[in-house]
T-cell receptor
């Protein structure tokens, strides 16, 4: 089946620093999604990317859909303590009307004040 | 404007008991997905339902697990005769069903602990 790879498993940064996370796949995705999960909560959609090469921003977040459609990255600029959480990339395995999502294992981000 | 609701948020069961997890989709959404998350893992797809129909259950274990989404009321994920390996967080997501550009909105999850 389709798999999304995220590494490293954890990242530690200082408040105010920028951080970049990567997500790769062995197969093509037509949509890339980035979610954030806070402890004890469900994933919240941060950014959705629909076209190869697309660069999209949402406040301090920027994400790009790779040209090959096999990778994406998420940048967080000027990190703040509330950026702490788990960041997942995901892509829909679209078959007809079914858009079930495949998730990466996530990257746990810690921000030191 | 309520989001996706799930209850209970935490559920403790002993081995052999039944677990019932409920999901109320966002208003106007008729598509529901269930996912399972094991510790330090990503979410894994279980089942996709539309009102009164199971569309894709390819991620569901073959035994003990079932799901429904009746015409009235919430979607239910039912686990019979629970075992310790069923301990996980179970999330549902709902959507409008707009094909490949569909956006799924997740609930806060139910954390199941099997003693």
């Amino acid at each position: 089946g389709q798999q999304l790879n995220q590494s490293p498993q954890s990242m530690f940064i200082q408040e105010g620093e920028d951080v970049s996370m990567n997500c790769t796949s062995s197969s093509i995705f037509n949509t890339w999604l980035w979610y954030k999960q806070d402890p004890g909560e469900g994933p919240v959609l941060l950014i959705a990317l629909y076209k190869a090469g697309e660069l999209t921003s949402n406040g301090r977040l920027t994400a790009q859909f790779g040209i090959t459609r096999k990778d994406s990255f998420l940048n967080i600029s000027a990190s703040i303590p509330s950026d702490v959480g788990i960041y997942f990339c995901a892509g829909p395995n679209y078959t007809g009307a079914n858009s079930k999502l495949t998730f990466g294992k996530g990257i746990t981000l810690s921000v030191r004040p | 404007n309520a989001g996706v609701m799930q209850n209970p948020r935490h559920l403790v069961r002993r081995r052999g008991q039944e677990a019932r997890l409920r999901c109320s989709p966002m208003k106007g959404h008729s598509h529901v997905y269930w996912y399972r998350q094991l510790p330090e893992e990503g979410l894994k797809f279980m089942v996709y339902l539309q009102k009164e129909n199971i569309i894709d259950e390819s991620g569901m274990p073959k035994e003990r697990f079932s799901a429904e989404f009746p015409k009235e009321g919430p979607s239910i994920l039912r686990i019979q005769q629970v075992v310790r390996g069923d301990s996980a967080a179970y999330f549902c997501a709902s959507s409008l069903g707009r094909g490949e550009a569909d956006t799924q909105y997740f609930g806060p999850g139910t954390r199941l602990t099997v003693l």
